[in-house]
């Protein structure tokens, strides 16, 4: 994958799972921590060891799994019946046994594994000359995990599952949290030998150890000391607190960096966001996806900006949501402001108060202060919309075009039937429903004449007169006629 990485080293990622303590019908690996897969998570920390391949094994859910890492070199090894973690490995025994060198196996669910720690397992490994290598640790409540069981003379015999486990081993406080690197010859060889003699039946990764250990293979282990950097993610509990932590950690790090969060713990920022040096974040923000904002942009209270675009200067105001966006550098959107699906909005403008925009692009220095309806629009440099101003977009069939040129002026609760445009430094009159184009420098009025009835409310006061049997009277205005009775 990366000619400047280790060579004769390919991975393969275990996450064929459902984990059923999810309670989810979606495979586990695939459940985001701080916005991002899992999985994708641990191919990240694989991938910049720079092997030469690697295999993720796939089952519950293979397609999801598919898509949501398509955008990578991986491969993928289908396992079609889950057996346990050996039957796993037994089901890329096809892809290895070409191959000389190592394997490094880790499982999909440690989202929090690092490059660096990976490294020091290999390194350890090919320096060592072990035909297998593992990491472990020590914990003081090791319930769930399997113990690493060595004997006399301190050598690794066996790694014992918690429900194989004796009353004795389960004192033991070494775990084997799931990441080895092995020596694929000697690996395909062993594979051979694996039973499902066990209580669950299954075929156990951790066996191998056993099995090679027996044939006098050097195994060796490198103890590290976080656990917490290898903890799995078996339940909703453990994946919140997962996020938790890194999002605090990613925090810290944007903070060092120059970005000022009124209260990080009310900030929410996924890790594969990009935040710009001066900004202010308020409580309530959230940043999802792969947004950039830029430097010294403002966001305060409740704001939600995803796989978006903020300039540098830009601030978003309280309750306002971005999605697949660009707002231009000096601009300000919101309060309550709702943009999405590929807005761009241009440099110095005023998007206001609950104006929604939608597949539009808008120029710069334009502002549409409150209260508007911007869909399929095309509107250029320095242009007013005024209040309760909508373009109609869809005929019931199709979505159609509004084209606003450069320094026209739409007077308040203007409704724009697309196609149409209006032309430059042209006028649309208040309350006007515009069908037809405006041309440069024209003034578009289009409503009824107003009537005023002089003396109409005294009149009504006393009494009808002739002809005001026509007129509605007071109480009825705004009052529908009552339906027949159908019996």
Same mark, same amino acid.
């Given at each position: 994958?990366?000619?400047?990485?280790?060579?004769?080293?390919?991975?393969?990622?275990?996450? =064929?799972?459902?984990?059923?303590?999810?309670?989810?019908?979606?495979?586990?690996?695939?459940?985001?921590?701080?916005?991002?897969?899992?999985?994708?998570?641990?191919?990240?920390?694989?991938?910049?060891?720079?092997?030469?391949?690697?295999?993720?094994?796939?089952?519950?859910?293979?397609?999801?799994? %598919?898509?949501?890492?398509?955008?990578?070199?991986?491969?993928?090894?289908?396992?079609?019946?889950?057996?346990?973690?050996? *039957?796993?490995?037994?089901?890329?025994?096809?892809?290895?046994?070409?191959?000389?060198?190592?394997?490094?196996?880790?499982?999909?669910?440690? $989202?929090?594994?690092?490059?660096?720690?990976?490294?020091?397992?290999?390194?350890? *490994?090919? %320096?060592?000359?072990?035909?297998?290598?593992?990491?472990?640790?020590?914990?003081?409540?090791?319930?769930?995990?399997?113990?690493?069981?060595?004997?006399?003379?301190?050598?690794?015999?066996?790694?014992?599952?918690?429900?194989?486990?004796?009353?004795?081993?389960?004192?033991?406080?070494?775990?084997?949290?799931?990441?080895?690197?092995?020596?694929?010859? =000697?690996?395909?060889?062993?594979?051979?030998?694996?039973?499902?003699?066990?209580?669950?039946?299954?075929?156990?990764?951790?066996?191998?150890?056993?099995?090679?250990?027996?044939?006098?293979?050097?195994?060796?282990?490198?103890?590290? !000391?976080?656990?917490? !950097?290898?903890?799995?993610?078996?339940?909703?509990?453990?994946?919140?607190?997962?996020?938790?932590?890194?999002?605090?950690?990613?925090?810290?790090?944007?903070?060092?960096?120059?970005?000022?969060?009124?209260?990080?713990?009310?900030?929410?920022?996924?890790?594969?966001?990009?935040?710009?040096?001066?900004?202010?974040?308020?409580?309530?923000?959230?940043?999802?996806?792969?947004?950039?904002?830029?430097?010294?942009?403002?966001?305060?209270?409740?704001?939600?900006?995803?796989?978006?675009?903020?300039? $540098?200067?830009?601030?978003?105001?309280?309750?306002?949501?971005?999605?697949?966006?660009?707002?231009?550098?000096?601009?300000?959107?919101?309060?309550?402001?709702?943009?999405?699906?590929?807005?761009?909005?241009?440099?110095?403008?005023?998007?206001?108060?609950?104006?929604?925009?939608?597949?539009?692009?808008?120029?710069?220095?334009?502002?549409?202060? *409150?209260?508007?309806?911007?869909?399929?629009?095309?509107?250029?440099?320095?242009?007013?919309?005024?209040?309760?101003?909508?373009?109609?977009?869809?005929?019931?069939?199709?979505?159609?075009?509004?084209?606003?040129?450069?320094?026209?002026?739409?007077?308040?609760? =203007?409704?724009?039937?697309?196609?149409?445009?209006?032309?430059?430094?042209?006028?649309?009159?208040?309350?006007?429903?515009?069908?037809?184009?405006?041309?440069?420098? =024209?003034?578009?009025?289009?409503?009824?004449?107003?009537?005023?009835?002089?003396?109409?409310?005294? %009149?009504?006061?006393?009494?009808? %007169?002739?002809?005001?049997?026509?007129?509605?009277?007071?109480?009825?205005?705004?009052?529908?006629?009552?339906?027949?009775?159908?019996?």
């Amino acid at each position: 994958m990366n000619p400047a990485g280790m060579p004769d080293l390919c991975a393969l990622i275990l996450a =064929a799972g459902k984990g059923t303590r999810m309670m989810s019908e979606r495979a586990k690996v695939l459940h985001p921590v701080c916005g991002v897969p899992m999985l994708k998570l641990v191919y990240r920390a694989v991938a910049s060891l720079g092997p030469d391949d690697v295999f993720i094994v796939i089952g519950q859910d293979a397609e999801q799994v %598919r898509r949501t890492m398509e955008a990578t070199p991986a491969r993928f090894v289908l396992q079609e019946k889950q057996l346990g973690t050996g *039957h796993a490995v037994m089901a890329a025994r096809k892809q290895l046994s070409s191959r000389g060198g190592d394997v490094l196996i880790l499982y999909g669910d440690t $989202p929090r594994i690092r490059t660096a720690t990976l490294r020091k397992l290999i390194d350890h *490994h090919r %320096r060592s000359g072990s035909t297998a290598t593992l990491l472990t640790t020590r914990v003081s409540e090791p319930f769930g995990y399997g113990r690493v069981v060595r004997n006399k003379k301190g050598n690794i015999s066996a790694i014992v599952e918690e429900r194989d486990a004796t009353a004795e081993q389960k004192l033991i406080t070494e775990i084997n949290p799931g990441f080895y690197c092995f020596q694929i010859p =000697a690996l395909i060889e062993a594979l051979g030998k694996l039973t499902n003699d066990n209580a669950q039946k299954e075929y156990y990764l951790t066996d191998l150890i056993a099995i090679e250990g027996g044939e006098g293979k050097r195994v060796d282990a490198i103890i590290h !000391e976080d656990f917490e !950097e290898f903890r799995g993610i078996n339940t909703l509990g453990e994946l919140a607190e997962a996020s938790r932590i890194m999002r605090e950690a990613r925090n810290l790090e944007h903070m060092a960096s120059g970005v000022m969060m009124i209260d990080p713990d009310q900030t929410y920022i996924d890790l594969d966001v990009e935040v710009g040096r001066d900004v202010t974040l308020y409580p309530g923000v959230c940043l999802e996806g792969s947004t950039r904002i830029g430097e010294g942009a403002v966001l305060r209270r409740g704001c939600r900006v995803v796989d978006s675009t903020i300039g $540098p200067g830009a601030e978003i105001l309280d309750s306002s949501l971005i999605t697949d966006s660009e707002v231009g550098a000096g601009s300000t959107i919101g309060p309550s402001a709702h943009l999405r699906e590929r807005v761009r909005v241009g440099e110095n403008c005023r998007i206001g108060n609950f104006v929604e925009i939608k597949k539009s692009t808008v120029g710069n220095g334009t502002v549409a202060a *409150h209260l508007s309806y911007l869909g399929d629009a095309f509107v250029g440099d320095n242009v007013n919309i005024g209040a309760g101003t909508i373009t109609c977009n869809f005929d019931g069939l199709h979505k159609n075009v509004t084209i606003i040129e450069d320094n026209a002026f739409v007077g308040t609760a =203007a409704q724009l039937v697309a196609p149409v445009r209006i032309g430059k430094r042209s006028y649309v009159a208040a309350g006007s429903c515009i069908t037809k184009d405006v041309p440069a420098g =024209a003034l578009a009025i289009s409503r009824g004449r107003q009537v005023n009835k002089r003396g109409w409310v005294e %009149r009504r006061k006393k009494g009808p %007169r002739k002809g005001d049997d026509k007129l509605p009277q007071l109480h009825q205005l705004g009052r529908r006629k009552p339906r027949p009775d159908r019996g």
